[in-house]
């Protein structure tokens, strides 16, 4: 009898702990694939940043995913010596793509070489396309010919690459003059024409909208960002991202 009992109390028990697995239970990012993301920001000052007058979206963009437990690395032949807090005790990666006062087409005069030294991207983060473009009032057609080719080599070095492209966050309202608000909003156009038209079977392209919500509380000056745009813009990257990201 003795015996008996101590069976049907260990059948309750078991019992008890099947009923509670039908409970959901909260969990935290369970992200655990060791795969290296290879992720280059490519770009102008937007990317490059310079601490302390004006922020990059990277470093919020790198921290958003090293506390989620993603495996990346980021590459580049430019290199950020600003200083950065220690997440997960993991330093900053400051590798990235960014020149200041790089137009579309220094970006893809350059392209090639600095890919050879850079290595390939898995994904490439491109920053304010045909920005200084518009800021300089360089001809439009000639800037999205250059937006164009710069994907066609992604593509072509990487038949595999997913590039997530900007359509890219305005700058400070009073430095928005006609004119350049409407080279800005046929950029915004464009990219979205453009991301339709290059992606393939392998290659995702895909346009976040950065000026949706994006204020000139966000701006350091007139174009760059402060710690507010940065995250605002960086966080707009990490919720593609997580959707692309091994």
């Not at 920001?41 to 993603?70: C, H, M």
């Not at 700058?171 to 992606?199: C, H, P, S, V, W």
């Amino acid at each position: 009898m003795r015996i008996i009992k101590i069976w049907a109390l260990i059948g309750i028990v078991m019992m008890g702990l099947i009923s509670c697995g039908d409970e959901p239970i909260e969990q935290t990012n369970t992200n655990t694939n060791t795969t290296i993301n290879k992720i280059m920001a490519l770009g102008a000052s937007r990317v490059e940043g310079n601490r302390p007058q004006y922020e990059s979206f990277r470093y919020e963009t790198w921290k958003d995913l090293i506390e989620n437990n993603y495996s990346i690395d980021f590459i580049g032949t430019q290199n950020d010596p600003g200083s950065y807090p220690v997440i997960k005790n993991f330093n900053f990666d400051p590798d990235h793509q960014g020149r200041g006062g790089w137009t579309s087409g220094d970006i893809l005069d350059q392209l090639e070489s600095d890919l050879n030294l850079a290595g390939t991207p898995d994904v490439v983060l491109f920053s304010s396309p045909g920005g200084n473009d518009a800021l300089q009032n360089l001809p439009y057609d000639e800037a999205i010919g250059n937006i164009n080719e710069i994907v066609d080599i992604l593509q072509d070095v990487n038949p595999n690459v997913t590039l997530i492209i900007e359509q890219m966050a305005p700058g400070r309202t009073d430095i928005m003059t006609e004119e350049l608000l409407n080279y800005f909003n046929q950029l915004q156009d464009e990219i979205l024409i453009i991301a339709k038209n290059k992606a393939t079977t392998t290659s995702q392209v895909i346009a976040v909208d950065m000026f949706s919500g994006f204020t000139d509380a966000m701006l350091a000056d007139d174009v760059h960002y402060n710690t507010k745009g940065a995250m605002f813009i960086a966080q707009r990257y990490f919720d593609v991202l997580t959707q692309v990201l091994e």
